[in-house]
């Protein structure tokens, strides 16, 4: 059984659909990346995941159970979403107080709340950092506290909307380590990003353009196919130009591939 | 704009500081109920003099007191002359004939209008204004030049005087007190107090965890706003907002130009922090367990019972005097 299982669904903010007849389905423990240009759908895909949207035809399935009002609450103890901004997911006053909000909300005992917040804070580096507050931390800080805020929550799957795209460098490869050890550890994640070098590590990457679902593919597929990414309006990354242009001309051995895969985990 | 104190917390260590904050607001109120039963002015000196036993003990300085009165410092001044002026019962302790003539009453004003001018050059606005005011009353008491065209008598009755001053120390003790709350209380902790305090309000179906949880939001976001706010100035000065200078209709279009953009910023941040509270699973009027717990120590009970008893005390001294 997957765990996220989508059929046919559509969800329009006007008279243009947002997601368009849309079907897909992620299985546990897969990192899976989604791509696709600013206004392709798929932010308004992962507000629909987590119920703050509802769905206008076709139905959405999380571990075996239909989203709807009655489940809503359910199914947002197994999914945690890190958003865009830094700044407006931080509800607490100090970072262990905003790791604790969620474990308030699921009424986790006080103890139990101590040891999460210990462990989770180590989890992702901030446990240094528990008594201070927000103004005086990073962005790439304040993202690392709303992961921990998240698996503290103890959820199977983790969305990361555009999560690292208002950070520094160091701020997004601290991030992407962090994702790494989720997936080492069992958790499956949903990657949401117009930056396809968060697409190279995944298992498998799905190109959303205009509400729909243009392909899915392993990383190697998506990535080296220019007319595909021409038409969801993203830009080929260099290495994999220099890949095409030696397939092109019969010059492209397995040695030079597996170079420039390496070169572009190093963009 | 980083680190920037919300109330005036300051930060420091004694019994003050250690204090429940349920302990703390509930010995406020029970201290400003003995201060309104006291109707005796020795009695009211007593209990300032407790207040100013009080702060060494808490090692709160008289300074930062006096910056938390310093705001209320013309009220309460107001309240004392108005209390002498028309309170005329008692024995006559004095009278200060006033005279006007255009020689006196135009240096007293050229005497204000120095003071007004003068003031910004100096930290003692307050010494000055009194110094200014006690000039423009012997001017307009002891120099009578040219043909006078009116005057006023004040008068100063014992009981007007007593009565003064006795509201002046009422005033002064409850602010000092609530400055004494808000110096030695985090925001925070003084909302979490609050929220415990006002608990019982349940009952008529006020919901004070979400006022709390409000209250707690909007101090996390007011060092995040005035961020915003800042880089929105500069923003609007880089392409030629002049935010110093200009006529109040100039000023009418710079405060809108902040305005606006703050006004869209906010919108914006509340749905999103709303998205991100639902997502994290935030269900309002949910019962919830809470990370920051209250623990009641052996100080608290002495504080409540210490003033418990002034309480009585005072309530007592008020029937048996």
Redesign the interface.
């Known amino acids: 059984m997957p765990l996220i299982e989508l059929q046919d669904v559509s969800f329009s903010y006007g008279k243009t659909p947002a997601i368009d007849q849309l079907s897909l389905t992620v299985e546990a423990g897969e990192w899976v990346t989604i791509v696709g240009p600013n206004g392709s759908g798929k932010s308004t895909l992962a ?1 629909l995941l ?1 119920g ?1 949207l509802k769905t206008q035809q076709g139905t959405i399935q999380v571990a075996g159970e239909t989203l709807d009002e009655t489940t809503v ?1 359910g199914i ?2 197994k ?3 890190i ?1 865009q ?1 830094p ?7 100090t970072v ?2 905003d790791i ?11 103890e139990e ?2 040891k999460r ?1 210990d462990h989770y804070s180590k989890a992702v580096g901030m446990d240094a950092y528990l008594d201070k ?4 931390l990073s962005g790439g800080q304040k993202q690392r506290v709303a992961i921990a ?2 698996l503290a ?1 103890k959820p199977e799957l983790i969305i990361f909307d555009e999560a690292t795209s208002m950070l520094d460098p160091t701020g997004r490869q601290a991030m992407l380590e962090i994702m790494h050890a989720l997936k080492a550890s069992g958790k499956t994640i949903l990657s949401i990003t117009h930056d396809l070098k968060e697409a190279l590590p995944a298992d498998r990457v799905l190109v959303m353009h205009e509400g729909r679902l243009l392909k899915s593919g392993t990383p190697r597929d998506i990535l080296r196919d220019e007319p595909l990414l021409k038409k969801a309006r993203l830009t080929l990354l260099e290495p994999f130009k220099y890949m095409n242009q030696l397939a092109k001309k019969k010059q492209l051995t397995d040695e030079w591939e597996a170079l420039l895969w390496q070169s572009a985990f190093t963009l | 704009m980083k680190n920037i104190v919300i109330g005036r917390y300051i930060p420091g260590d004694s019994f003050l500081y250690r204090m429940d904050p349920r302990v703390k607001l509930i010995a406020l109120f029970i201290l400003f109920v003995a201060v309104f039963v006291i109707d005796e002015l020795l009695v009211m000196g007593l209990a300032l003099l407790g207040i100013l036993v009080l702060l060494p003990l808490g090692k709160i300085s008289l300074k930062k007191v006096y910056f938390g009165l310093r705001p209320l410092l013309f009220l309460l001044i107001f309240t004392f002359v108005f209390q002498i002026l028309f309170n005329t019962q008692g024995r006559l302790l004095g009278t200060l004939r006033l005279t006007f003539d255009p020689l006196n009453v135009a240096l007293s004003v050229g005497i204000f209008a120095a003071w007004l001018f003068l003031k910004r050059f100096t930290s003692f606005t307050f010494i000055s204004f009194l110094v200014m005011v006690a000039g423009v009353l012997t001017l307009l008491s002891q120099l009578t030049l040219l043909a006078s065209f009116g005057s006023f008598t004040i008068a100063i009755y014992e009981e007007g005087l007593l009565f003064a001053i006795f509201i002046l120390l009422r005033l002064v003790i409850i602010v000092t007190l609530s400055t004494i709350l808000t110096i030695t209380t985090k925001p925070t902790d003084l909302n979490l107090g609050l929220e415990r305090v006002l608990k019982p309000l349940k009952i008529i179906r006020v919901n004070t965890e979400e006022i709390a949880m409000i209250i707690g939001i909007s101090l996390r976001y007011i060092p995040t706003l005035l961020d915003e706010a800042n880089k929105i100035i500069l923003a609007q000065a880089s392409r030629g907002v002049d935010f110093q200078e200009g006529k109040i209709k100039d000023k009418v279009v710079q405060i809108i130009s902040l305005l606006v953009p703050m006004f869209i910023i906010s919108f914006q941040r509340s749905d999103e922090l709303a998205n991100a509270m639902e997502a994290r699973c935030f269900v309002p009027g949910k019962p919830r367990t809470r990370l920051n717990q209250l623990t009641w120590k052996p100080l608290d009970t002495a504080v409540l019972v210490v003033t418990l008893t002034l309480m009585i005390v005072s309530i007592g001294v008020r029937i048996l005097w």
């Open positions: 507000k987590i703050l609450q947002r103890e999914i945690g979403i958003f901004n700044d407006n997911q931080f509800v607490g006053v262990k107080d604790a909000f969620g474990l308030e909300n699921l009424s986790v005992p006080y709340m101590l917040i507050e927000p103004s005086q805020g998240t929550m």
